[in-house]
C-alpha cells in the first residue's frame, strides 16, 4: 500500500511539471505493476488499457513499448478471466511481436503463452481460435 500512495504522489507530480508523455505511460505502468502486486486487477487493467492506447498513438503498433504494453495488459486480462479480449489483442499483436521482436524474444514467447493460457481457460474456445 505505501508504494501505491508514493507513485501515485510521484505521477501527479510528473503531470503536474509536465513530464512527457513517453515518460508518464511509463509512470502509469509501473503504478498499474503496483495495483497488480497488490492484487487489484481491475483497477490495474484500466491504467494497463490507457497505457497500451497511449504507446500505440504516440509511438505507433510495431513499437517494444506498445508491444510490452499490450503483453502487460494481457497479463491482466487473463487474471480477470477475459479471456475473449485477450485472444482478441494477442491475435493482433503476436504477428506484430515476432515481426519488431522475433519469434525467439521472450516478450514474444510470454505474449503466445497468454495466448495459449487464454484460449486453455475459455471453456468457449474453439479450434477457430488457434488460426
Not at 9 to 27: Q, W
Not at 30 to 37: D, E, H
Not at 50 to 73: M, Q
Amino acid at each position: 500500500e505505501d508504494a501505491l500512495v508514493v507513485k501515485e504522489a510521484i505521477l501527479a507530480i510528473m503531470r503536474r511539471f509536465g513530464a512527457s508523455e513517453t515518460n508518464l505511460l511509463g509512470m502509469q505502468g509501473n503504478l498499474a505493476g503496483t495495483y497488480n502486486s497488490l492484487g487489484r486487477l481491475e483497477d490495474a487493467s484500466r491504467i494497463e488499457k490507457d497505457v497500451y492506447s497511449g504507446y500505440l498513438k504516440l509511438k505507433g503498433g510495431e513499437h517494444r513499448d506498445t508491444i510490452v504494453a499490450a503483453n502487460n495488459y494481457s497479463a491482466t486480462l487473463v487474471g480477470l478471466k477475459r479471456y475473449r479480449e485477450v485472444k482478441a489483442l494477442m491475435r493482433k499483436m503476436i504477428p506484430v511481436a515476432r515481426h519488431v521482436l522475433g519469434s525467439s524474444n521472450d516478450v514474444t514467447l510470454r505474449m503466445r503463452c497468454l495466448h495459449a493460457n487464454a484460449l486453455y481457460r475459455d471453456s468457449n474456445a474453439t479450434l477457430n481460435d488457434l488460426s
